[in-house]
């Protein structure tokens, strides 16, 4: 289909305000049009694509099961629109736009909690925040900045290492038997939650302790560590997770670790970005924000230590 066959805004926005109301009347009152310019479009639409996209009925509208698939994809269609106008309007002659990626569940429990202020410090500066698992090309993509886990390299680009990692097995209490678990296969008695991006995560984890189990590929299996915490947290299995991404359930007591043992990941976090940007303002202002958080991290934790100790 070429550009000029696509259907236009004015169509899908007739579309969707016609299945909210169930009525080209309404609609139309409320798009300002007449009754027929919105019949007219929505039949346009139709015909581009070559489907029903409603039913009459006793002089009512009904939205066919066509028109109910392409209704869902056209309110994002519209959301975006929107967003992106109203973006657009409030976007300041000297302000700029920083493309930030970062995996979903560090980025939710780790990064967001580090930007408080930073609008303040660089008022110029709009963060556009994305989840992105999958390799990439930085460039290509017109992304500044990269949060990711790794070894620490990335081409074309200039790589930061923020923390390590150590991974824990975590369950609610009341998925622990009294007694306790006794070795670490005990755990096989319950369900192991699988990660998708951590296939060999509980076998790893297993080896390291010189035990070995068939089930360690055996359980349901979760994009995110996000969705494993939750799952755990519910009661449906014990979940193997880096420790500082479990923090906020452990301390509520919402989460326990049944078996002290924790893996130290041989890969790391890091940040990247593109080594022709270094120079960039919005990009070392950034990085010199997130290099502070995590220096004022790591002397809270030193703190805690010595109290500790």
Not at 15 to 32: G, I, K, M, Y
Not at 104 to 110: E, H, I, K, L, Q
Not at 231 to 250: D, I, S
Request: with cysteine; proline share 5%.
């Amino acid at each position: 289909m070429s550009r000029r066959h696509l259907p236009t805004l004015t169509a899908m926005q007739c579309f969707e305000a016609s299945a909210r109301h169930l009525s080209f009347t309404r609609a139309a009152d409320e798009l300002s049009l007449t009754q027929s310019a919105v019949s007219k479009q929505v039949a346009q639409l139709e015909s581009v694509l070559e489907h029903p996209l409603f039913r009459r009925v006793r002089k009512r509208l009904q939205v066919t099961p066509e028109g109910s698939l392409y209704l869902t994809e056209v309110r994002k269609i519209l959301a975006q629109v929107e967003m992106s106008t109203r973006y657009m309007q409030s976007y300041g002659g000297q302000s700029e736009v920083l493309n930030v990626t970062t995996l979903p569940t560090f980025g939710a429990r780790w990064l967001i909690p580090r930007l408080n202020g930073f609008r303040f410090r660089h008022p110029n500066v709009y963060l556009n925040i994305s989840n992105r698992m999958e390799p990439f090309d930085l460039e290509e993509e017109r992304v500044d900045v990269a949060f990711f886990f790794g070894h620490g390299a990335w081409p074309k680009a200039e790589c930061i290492k923020l923390l390590n990692e150590e991974v824990v097995a975590v369950c609610a209490p009341s998925v622990v038997p009294e007694g306790g678990i006794g070795d670490p296969l005990a755990l096989t008695e319950l369900v192991l939650l699988q990660s998708a991006t951590r296939p060999e995560a509980w076998h790893d984890w297993f080896a390291a302790q010189g035990a070995y189990t068939e089930h360690s590929y055996h359980g349901p299996r979760f994009d995110t560590f996000s969705m494993s915490l939750r799952a755990a947290r519910a009661g449906c299995g014990v979940a193997l997770v880096p420790r500082f991404l479990a923090e906020e359930e452990l301390k509520a007591g919402q989460l326990i670790i049944p078996w002290a043992f924790s893996l130290a990941s041989r890969d790391a976090y890091y940040l990247a970005y593109p080594e022709y940007k270094a120079e960039q303002a919005k990009v070392k202002g950034f990085i010199e924000w997130i290099l502070e958080h995590l220096d004022a991290q790591a002397k809270e934790t030193d703190g805690k230590w010595r109290a500790g100790a």
